[in-house]
């Protein structure tokens, strides 16, 4: 019964979800044995647990309301002790506590308890280092290429990005011994690069002699090119697998490059049989990388496979506020959350919005509000790519005032129609930088001394005439727009 | 119907942050003042349209900037490998590295740009980057894009007329030109009024003026526009 229950849930489950979340979370599920009428459910790590419990318990239930007309109590759990499950497994056996944790415990206690479990587990210490002959001078900080401003406690952890940061930080306690690879994706600007040299910084901090080297694709690539032009192919090898930990960023630009992905396929399979960690990160998951070989993009996913999500408003307040407090300033909450409300897609512009309104600030000595904010950021949100064309105002004024386009070319000289077109006159002055001539000309092959005139009486009548000036402001507003 | 100018004839005195008219731009140019200094800061991305200055600030704080500028155009980022430039930017004991139209790098050269603000990141080296749209609608590759938009953002906002007459002056008195107020106003009211269009008349006037060995008075400026734009 709870089989076919489950059927039914998978199929749902399969339809709702994209095909890459439902391959990640919900096809590695198995149905567990139980005594009672409750759904016992099997998740192959504590990572998708997590997740699960997190993302989809609620709907497993709503579902099972639905097929049994009655409540289903549905238990999580991880594979039993003697089952054959990955490395990780280990550690979750020891640690049921915090694997079979009730749903309603507070995310952060549940992460809390995750990272006291790693903790105890036995470190292992960095093997020998076989050689560092290939970059000289600069102490094991310089050679690593790690940034220490990117740590764990400076990473602003919400949903988005909780399961990459505790993956992360699980493997940073257990270089090479955990999930190898860990496989972390997400669009850009949402703190890969952070985590992974958080995650590096990590390592280090528990092992100052660890070899750690964080490469972007794109450098990993360039070595690869001077090593061919250089005929130092072995020196190129011998550095890359004497690495402890390998970081290696943004993958997917790997596209193509064949000679890349060969040395890059080499070096992995170096890496993974000595226990050494490798860190990926990627714009998307392993299946989906584009002109990467199949032997490569199947080993992506031997490990662990996260996502970073984007950050959702809280988070992106948070966000900001964490960076204000790095810069000493102070930002109220209603600051940040209009920043917060009008930058959605990644963190890196957030950033950029809040250094404008804490320049714009300081450069007019006023403290940061919420209008200082809005007027600081006027540009930067109201950004527009389209030029403005006389053909456009044109447009819009007619529309405002209710007239045909074809009036503004017309010799008709009513008022209702002279003045919205000496409103347009004024309007293509102020905001193209054509001429007077070529204004005259597309408004209907108009003297430019017309427009002359249209634009002083314009200027004069706005001073006096309220109605008038507020419909310049909306008919400005809306042609920024 | 007048066409645009496209003459690139540079104003004679070179750049500077002293020379360019402000008008809306106060906070910029003070902040790039700032940045001329020892600490240049963090890195600035500046947008604004075609003929608003842009090259004119960049080359202005390359020249003065304490802690050693280099600019770089776009073109010089196009037509060099990127190990090349990656290899020049290592070598280079500047600490300001400023780019220049951003919006028109090839996809090969946003590689290289992208390599370059991540080694100025790591090296503490400041960047200033101008382009033609905000951060938002740069036709850049996304993590270029982004990390365009994580530097401090200035819009540069266009000058009014009277500003624009300002900076007519001081060009023409930097070329020593004598000029009637009636040929600037006529300018404005006949000319396309964005700033390259306004300079490149005022150099064809200067040029005509001694070719030809004429003041440069209103029929002179008449002239020229007939012969040369229309």
């Not at chain 1, 307040?317 to 409300?341: N, Q, S, T």
Request: hydrophobic share 40%; proline share 5%; charged share 25%.
């Amino acid at each position: 019964m709870m089989q076919q229950f489950w059927e039914v849930c998978l199929s749902r489950f399969e339809q709702e979800l994209p095909a890459q979340q439902y391959q990640t979370w919900i096809k590695g599920l198995r149905i567990g044995p139980s005594e009672d009428d409750s759904l016992a459910i099997v998740a192959p790590n504590r990572f998708v647990l997590q997740w699960v419990r997190e993302r989809y318990l609620s709907r497993i239930e709503a579902l099972g309301l639905e097929y049994f007309s009655q409540p289903l109590s549905v238990r999580l759990s991880l594979p039993e002790a003697g089952t054959r499950t990955p490395a990780p497994a280990a550690a979750d056996e020891r640690t049921p506590a915090a694997s079979t944790a009730a749903p309603e415990q507070p995310e952060r206690n549940r992460v809390a308890a995750l990272r006291a479990d790693s903790t105890d587990s036995t470190r292992v210490a960095a093997p020998a280092i076989l050689t560092r002959s290939v970059i000289d001078g600069g102490g094991e900080r310089d050679r690593s290429r790690l940034n220490p401003g990117f740590t764990f406690d400076n990473l602003v952890t919400g949903r988005a990005n909780e399961l990459a940061r505790a993956a992360a930080v699980q493997v940073a306690q257990n270089p090479g011994m955990s999930y190898n690879p860990i496989f972390i994706y997400g669009g850009v600007g949402l703190g890969k690069t952070h985590l992974v040299h958080a995650l590096g910084n990590e390592v280090m901090r528990h092992n100052p002699d660890a070899v750690i080297r964080y490469v972007h694709a794109d450098d990993y690539y360039a070595d690869v090119v001077r090593a061919y032009q250089q005929k130092s192919f072995d020196a190129f090898k011998r550095y890359y697998r004497s690495l402890d930990v390998l970081l290696i960023d943004d993958i997917q630009f790997f596209n193509n490059k064949t000679r890349t992905q060969e040395e890059f396929f080499y070096a992995f399979n170096a890496l993974t049989d000595a226990k050494k960690q490798i860190v990926i990160t990627c714009d998307t998951y392993p299946k989906n990388i584009q002109g990467v070989e199949e032997r490569l993009t199947t080993r992506f996913g031997w490990g662990l496979t996260v996502q970073i999500e984007p950050p959702e408003l809280e988070m992106r307040v948070a966000i900001l506020k964490k960076k204000a407090e790095m810069e000493r300033v102070k930002v109220g909450e209603d600051v940040a959350f209009l920043i917060a409300k009008n930058i959605r897609s990644n963190v890196r512009e957030l950033e950029g919005a809040l250094k404008k309104v804490i320049a714009f600030a300081h450069f007019h000595t006023v403290p940061i509000s919420v209008e200082v904010a809005r007027e600081a950021l006027k540009d930067l949100l109201g950004a527009h790519n389209r030029q403005i064309t006389l053909e456009f105002i044109q447009k819009t004024v007619s529309d405002y005032y209710k007239i045909k386009v074809s009036e503004m070319y017309s010799k008709k000289r009513t008022r209702a129609i002279a003045r919205p077109r000496q409103v347009a006159m004024f309007l293509a002055k102020e905001l193209t930088p054509e001429s007077y001539p070529a204004i005259g000309e597309s408004f209907g092959g108009r003297d430019h001394t017309t427009v002359l005139h249209a634009c002083r009486t314009i200027a004069d009548l706005r001073l006096k005439d309220e109605v008038l000036n507020h419909d310049l402001h909306v008919l400005i507003q809306t042609l920024r727009k | 119907m007048m066409r645009q100018l496209l003459l690139d004839i540079r104003p004679i005195a070179a750049p500077s942050l002293n020379n360019f008219v402000a008008g809306g731009n106060r906070d910029l140019l003070a902040h790039l003042r700032a940045m001329a200094g020892d600490e240049p800061g963090s890195s600035v991305y500046l947008w604004g349209d075609s003929g608003s200055g842009r090259t004119h600030l960049l080359r202005a704080l390359a020249a003065e900037s304490k802690a050693r500028g280099l600019y770089l155009e776009v073109d010089q980022i196009n037509f060099t490998a990127a190990d090349t430039l990656i290899g020049a930017l290592e070598a280079t004991h500047a600490k300001l590295w400023l780019f220049d139209d951003i919006h028109l790098l090839e996809p090969d050269a946003q590689i290289a740009l992208f390599r370059a603000v991540n080694l100025a990141h790591a090296r503490g080296v400041t960047v200033v980057a101008a382009g033609n749209s905000a951060p938002r609608d740069l036709p850049l590759r996304e993590d270029l894009r982004t990390r365009i938009g994580q530097m401090l953002p200035f819009c540069i906002q266009p000058l009014h007329d009277e500003e624009r007459i300002e900076l007519l002056h001081a060009h023409a008195a930097a070329r020593g030109m004598k000029v009637d107020q009636e040929v600037f106003d006529y300018l404005l009211r006949h000319g396309r009024r964005d700033i390259r269009s306004l300079l490149g008349i005022l150099d064809l006037l200067d040029e005509h003026s001694l070719t030809r060995q004429r003041p440069v008075t209103l029929p002179l400026l008449r002239e020229v526009m007939q012969t040369r734009l229309i």
